[in-house]
């Protein structure tokens, strides 16, 4: 039980802010590469299913959604399994389902069989890997954090960067069978990364203390007492409303580009400049995040960068030819890194380390369900208008309505905290307090050093930022 432990996140571990845990931020960029990169590289191989199986391309289109569906709808069992056995043997198991369901994807005969093992087994692999590093991200970067989260969500637009040419490169030469049992062994990687997240030791307690750090073995597989922070609550809602549209113009951006005219690679190219912004803009938001006056308002920067983002996607609507199509993918590059460097870093701060393992998981099986709807409902738009213009239009507005919801409920939750500061938490915290003003002279002893330590170490920790009234929404 003491990795259990150590995953727990106990409040004698301070954050290393570097060490091992640069280690852990480089399996943390593997992980969400593949994460991310993979459900968009295995499209390179559907004209070859197509082909195979005599089926359309609305039929292969699944296996990317399915994959999609499980890295966010399995959210809840993750932190399950983190919570019950720990990151690291969860990790290097979902190396093992990712490998085995693209190693067994390449010997079927049917589609139906390649959804239940590239999408559904692949999938839970890849859920099990990428929910999992966050948290150890989280636990080995405090004062740095920012900047960790952006390097990290920089894996998602390298890998695609370098999966898609792959994966042609794979097909071409050895046939999807051939380029899925690659695949396969090449996730085997994520064992790897999983074994870099090691917990943090705990640190030596006299016997005095050890008794509370063995009651907090007992911990809830899932914590819903999350959802009583009204700040996790809003945040929830506007990024389930975020995703609705933040996925759609990457989609639908290179047919719009064919659907002007221009060549297949020309406007493929499209997405290319968008992951090369995309790559720098990610790690240079999360420096900017981790300045000592942007940091306690990044859910502002949050809010400011999805409204960047919804604003790009409508003034990408009015593009006509391939120079302003270019311009919009610079400028959607600068604003989707910006989200992607953000999103998991203002949760961070939200929730804290002690509920985050719980709060991401439930996060993710709300915006599971908003990607689902999301691009399938922007294709009925497209397929019912004939134009793109519509199509940006909506997920533009999507966008910017979930950066007012999160800027508002934060503005007005802010001022409801302010008048209500004493939470339970906080309560049972006094009532500690004052019981230990009637105890013993020795217990008291024990007690000053323990708060002396309590003093130099809470600048240091996440507490500071999850207390700041800016963060805390």
Known sequence: MG?????????????????????????CFIITGFSYAFPKAVSVFFKELIREFGIGYSDTA???????????????????????????????????????GMVIASFCTSIVQIYLTAGVITGLGLALNFQPSLIMLNRYFDKRRPL????????????????????????????????????????????????????LELPKKSEATKEPAEKKVKKKLLDFSVFKDGGFVIYTLAASIMVLGLFVPPVFVVSYAKDL?????????????????DI?????????????????????????????????????SMSDDYGGLVVFCIFFGISYGMVGALQFEVLMAIVGTQKFSSAIGLVLLAEAMAVLIGPPSAGKLLDATGRYMFVFIIAGIEVTTS???????????????????????????REELNKSEDKTPEDAKVDSIEVE??????????????TNPETCV
């Open 148 to 199: 960790a989260n952006g390097l990290s969500a920089a894996g998602s637009p390298v890998f695609l960067c370098a999966l898609s040419p792959l994966g042609q490169i794979l097909q071409h030469e050895y046939g999807w069978r051939g380029g899925f049992l690659i695949l396969g062994g090449m996730l085997l990687n994520c064992c790897v990364c999983g074994a870099l997240m090691r917990p």
């Open 261 to 277: 005219g221009y060549q297949d690679t020309k406007a493929a190219f499209l997405l290319t400049i968008l992951g090369f912004i």
């Open 403 to 429: 950066a007012l919801v999160l800027a508002l409920g934060n503005f007005l939750c802010i001022k409801k905290k302010s008048e209500e500061p004493h939470t339970k938490e906080e309560a049972a915290e």
């Open 3 to 27: 990795a259990v432990v150590a995953d727990d996140g106990p409040s004698g571990v301070k954050a290393p802010d570097g060490g091992w845990g640069w280690a852990v931020l480089f399996g």
């Open 280 to 316: 720098f803009a990610r790690p240079i938001c999360g420096m900017v995040a981790g300045l000592k006056w942007v940091r306690p308002r990044c859910v502002y920067l949050f809010s400011f960068a999805m409204i960047f983002n919804g604003f790009t996607d409508l003034m990408g």
């Open 453 to 466: 330590q309590f003093l130099k170490d809470e600048p240091e920790k996440n507490g500071e930022v999850v």
């Open 62 to 100: 699944w296996i990317s959604s399915i994959l999609l569906a499980m890295l966010y709808g399995t959210g809840p069992l993750c932190s399950v399994c983190v919570n019950r056995f720990g990151c690291r043997p969860v990790m290097l198991v979902g190396g093992l389902f990712a490998s085995m």
